[in-house]
């Protein structure tokens, strides 16, 4: 009932810069919460950032001040602007949606994208 559409992604090399975008559809009241995730190989997945009703993203230690979340101008879109990747960036990024379905409003969704891989290195 609600998918997700991930874009971006791919090799860079370390101090470099790239954008990753989510985008949400289906049948979509409201939405109360976006985040991008990460899961670097053989590790746990981790919020990398998120943003909730009052539009005030939040980040993890590790990304404060390299990356930028932003509401896209469409509904229900994300974009995560990084910049001074390093190699320790690398990982699996997924975009996390959470909301309620409708119209009418009924129940409470989260749904994860597919994930985009995101290599830095030289």
């Known amino acids: 009932q609600v998918h997700i559409v991930e874009s971006g992604g791919g090799l860079v090399q370390p101090g470099g810069s790239m954008t990753l975008s989510c985008a949400a559809s289906g049948s979509i009241w409201n939405v109360y919460r976006m985040a991008w995730y990460r899961q670097p190989p053989g590790q746990q997945r981790e919020l990398v950032a998120e943003?909730?009703?009052?539009?005030?993203?939040t980040y993890a230690h590790s990304v404060r001040g390299r990356f930028t979340l932003s509401r896209g101008n469409a509904p229900n879109t994300l974009s995560l602007q990084m910049n001074s990747l390093k190699a320790e960036d690398s990982a699996v990024y997924y975009c996390k949606i959470e909301g309620i379905l409708g119209p009418p409003p009924t129940d409470a969704f989260n749904v994860w994208g597919q994930g985009t891989q995101v290599t830095v290195s030289s």
């Open positions: 943003i909730k009703s009052d539009d005030v993203p």
